[in-house]
């Protein structure tokens, strides 16, 4: 399974901003796409995920109600978009995928496979 984030960039706050996961390889070994961010200096933090069948989704606090994720399984295609940004927002995002499990995952030890990172910077 690969996966490869595209999307970042340079915003202002309060900007939009919409990343791309796209997925290739077995996936019909996966059951779940996440969103993780890493800032400079901090650990690595679950953002949103989302089944990859059925779509249920789960958000952290920092961004409910600003992010949305979601997918189109016919183009093995996970989106996250992220409205009203902010600079606490700034980080490289990374998606990831993990195979079966009882829950969504929502660590990072949780999840099996990962793309490389796409930086956003939000900018005051």
């Known amino acids: 399974v690969q996966l490869q984030a595209s999307g970042g960039g340079l915003v202002q706050a309060g900007e939009s901003l919409r990343l791309s996961c796209t997925v290739s390889?077995?996936?019909?070994?996966?059951?779940?796409v996440g969103w993780f961010r890493q800032a400079t200096g901090k650990q690595r933090e679950f953002v949103a995920g989302?089944?990859?069948?059925?779509?249920?989704?789960s958000y952290a606090d920092s961004v409910k109600d600003r992010f949305t994720i979601s997918r189109d399984n016919g183009e093995n295609t996970v989106y996250l978009q992220m409205n009203s940004l902010k600079e606490d927002d700034t980080a490289v995002y990374y998606c990831?995928?993990?195979?079966?499990?009882?829950?969504?995952?929502?660590?990072?030890?949780?999840?099996?496979?990962w793309g490389q990172g796409t930086q956003v910077t939000v900018s005051s």
């Open positions: 989302i089944t990859w069948v059925g779509g249920r989704t």
């Open positions: 390889g077995r996936t019909s070994r996966l059951s779940a």
């Open positions: 990831a995928a993990h195979g079966p499990r009882l829950r969504l995952g929502v660590r990072v030890g949780e999840y099996d496979y």
